[in-house]
């Protein structure tokens, strides 16, 4: 396979050689071919003037001294000029010549037959500023063909390159995915076992082993995409907004008892849906709770949680009182592999964050000031009524 995609490449490259090849061949046969007729127009221009002179000497056979002169003359007047012949025309044969018809007193006079030496109508045909233009023309179409070629094989490159890798994250993805599926039945057990825990650390024991089953149902789904992406259909459920937030606050607060957590709604909907896959909601406002909780101070740290309601939009704002971002660092934030102030930052959980509420019609936007803290504000777009869950939607009717 490899030999033929060399092949392939070589075989695109000497197409477009071949193409400049001929191009230039055409354009140096046109340059010959209008140089013969230059050379012809300035024959007969020149012999036009001298006509009466050399038809005298022709016809009466006087002192040809003029005549020799003015036809020795005739080299000045185009360089090809490799002899004349007054006398006897038809005598004088060559591959590239001219007859010019001579009279005297509006009478036939005969004609003058003048060579043209090949050679030096080819070295006039290759210095032409038409065959020059020709060739520097040709010379910036080849190369931009080579370009575009070249453009179009480090595109197909990166192309396989980016296959290559997705199917070896999806394959990696499969493998956690089934590998977490023994110390997850394991904690399932001992969730179940377990009757001196009490309700509230079983409660969020079975929070964070839901958790883990559905980042490890995310990465199959993930991998299946890759390998067959039209043959993963995923249909869009609504998820409870408050639930899912507050129960993910209870396992913060437990983790990290030295930070204060404080949680205000302020919305006058009964019901906070959204069309975003739980997991990948867990996962945008959990990288972002980590996020606060890297650049929090050791003593009186505070995370703020502030759920809001729009026309059309849920606004979630998350503020720390954390060392800040510089402004002219927010920018890059967003895009991949940035990361600002961690060690072993990876540039993704922003990234990955903003990619996924930009493709359910959100946003994310950041605010930072050093020395005083961040603001995160996600924008979240209402689940429209048509999209209620088929159990939901039996349930009402």
């Given at each position: 396979?490899?030999?033929?995609?060399?092949?392939?490449?070589?075989?695109?490259?000497?197409?477009?050689?071949?193409?400049?090849?001929?191009v230039s061949l055409a354009v140096a046969v046109l340059s010959f071919t209008f140089e013969v007729q230059r050379a012809r127009s300035s024959v007969q221009q020149y012999v036009g003037i001298w006509e009466d002179d050399i038809a005298?000497?022709?016809?009466?056979?006087?002192?040809?001294?003029?005549?020799?002169?003015?036809?020795?003359?005739l080299k000045e007047v185009h360089t090809a000029v490799v002899k004349s012949e007054v006398q006897k025309p038809e005598s004088l044969q060559c591959l590239f010549s001219?007859?010019?018809?001579?009279?005297?007193?509006?009478?036939?006079?005969?004609?003058?037959?003048?060579?043209?030496?090949?050679?030096?109508?080819?070295?006039k045909a290759v210095t032409s500023p038409l065959f020059m233009l020709g060739l520097v023309l040709?010379?910036?179409?080849?190369?931009?063909s080579y370009r575009r070629e070249f453009m179009a094989r480090l595109h197909e490159q990166k192309l396989?390159?980016?296959?290559?890798?997705?199917?070896?994250?999806?394959?990696i993805s499969r493998q956690v995915a089934h590998d977490i599926r023994?110390?997850?039945?394991?904690?399932?057990?001992?969730?179940?076992?377990?009757?001196?825990?009490?309700s509230e650390k079983k409660e969020l024991f079975d929070h964070a082993v839901s958790r883990i089953k559905g980042i490890a149902e995310d990465l199959l789904s993930r991998s299946r995409k890759s390998v067959s992406p039209e043959s993963a259909v995923t249909v869009a459920k609504q998820q409870d907004l408050t639930a899912l937030l507050e129960s993910l606050l209870k396992e913060y607060r437990f983790s990290n008892p030295q930070v204060d957590f404080t949680w205000h709604k302020h919305i006058h909907s009964a019901s906070v849906k959204v069309l975003l896959d739980s997991v990948k909601l867990q996962r945008v406002v959990s990288n972002l709770l980590n996020n606060s909780l890297e650049?929090?101070?050791?003593?009186?740290?505070?995370?703020?949680?502030?759920?809001?309601?729009?026309?059309?939009?849920?606004?979630?704002?998350?503020?720390?009182?954390?060392?800040?971002i510089p402004e002219e660092v927010l920018p890059q934030l967003t895009q991949e592999g940035v990361s600002?102030?961690?060690?072993?930052?990876?540039?993704?959980?922003?990234?990955?964050?903003?990619?996924?509420?930009?493709?359910?019609?959100?946003?994310?936007?950041?605010?930072?000031?050093?020395?005083?803290?961040?603001?995160?504000i996600l924008s979240i777009p209402k689940a429209p009524e048509s999209a209620l869950d088929p159990d939901l939607g039996a349930a009402h009717s």
């Open positions: 396979m490899g030999n033929t995609k060399v092949s392939s490449q070589n075989g695109i490259s000497g197409k477009w050689l071949t193409v400049f090849v001929l005298r000497a022709k016809l009466f056979q006087g002192d040809p001294g003029l005549q020799n002169k003015i036809l020795s003359q001219t007859q010019v018809p001579i009279t005297l007193n509006s009478l036939p006079a005969g004609s003058i037959a003048v060579c043209f030496g090949t050679s030096e109508l080819a070295v040709g010379l910036v179409f080849l190369g931009w396989e390159s980016e296959l290559a890798l997705s199917r070896e994250i999806s394959e023994g110390p997850l039945m394991a904690l399932t057990t001992l969730s179940q076992l377990s009757h001196e825990m009490s650049a929090l101070p050791e003593k009186e740290a505070s995370i703020n949680m502030t759920l809001m309601e729009r026309q059309d939009h849920w606004l979630l704002q998350i503020m720390d009182n954390g060392c800040g600002y102030g961690k060690e072993k930052g990876n540039g993704l959980g922003l990234y990955d964050a903003k990619k996924s509420l930009e493709a359910v019609g959100g946003d994310l936007q950041i605010r930072s000031r050093v020395g005083v803290g961040t603001q995160v």
